[in-house]
């Protein structure tokens, strides 16, 4: 009150100021529990959101990876300096790995293969591989199955591939 006084009155010094500076323990602890209740509301909702955007776009990689397959088969890319002609594109699945490779039967030893390893927390089920043909269509293993993918918060996706090789999904 004596500051407040003292800077009406005109009469400012800065002596007065550096003994009358600091918080209170009240207001320091009122501040820090204002601070802390924020950041953990915010936190929770930041963590929530990132696994959702995490898991689709986990989702988005492997529709990405099997678009891919479907490009280069009927595109007749091939790879490798053996290869003369146009050959089937496909992507294995195994375990938390997606593998694109060409040919028409999965070769885990083929140096062409592309390994792309998903997220730990994701699981992949229903289908074990989609094969892509220089006509468009598409088979996969087993016959009409769904690729389901999910993860431990929730999280759930099917991606479908037709006979035609059209490739859709759901959140």
Known sequence: MALRQTYIQGNFNWRDLARHQGLTLFEAVISISIITLLATLTFGVDIDTFEHYSFYDERDRVVALLMRARSD???????????????????????????????????????????????????????????????????????DADLVMSDGSGNVSAISITSVGRVSWTH
């Open 73 to 143: 088969a009927m595109n007749g890319v091939c790879y490798g300096s053996s290869c003369t002609e146009a050959v089937s594109h496909g992507v294995h699945f195994e375990g938390s790995r997606a593998t694109l490779f060409q040919g028409n039967v999965f070769n885990p030893n083929d140096v062409q293969n592309e390994v792309h390893t998903l997220r730990a927390l994701v699981s992949v089920g229903g289908l074990n591989e989609a094969l892509f043909h220089y006509s468009g269509d598409a088979s996969t293993t087993p016959k």
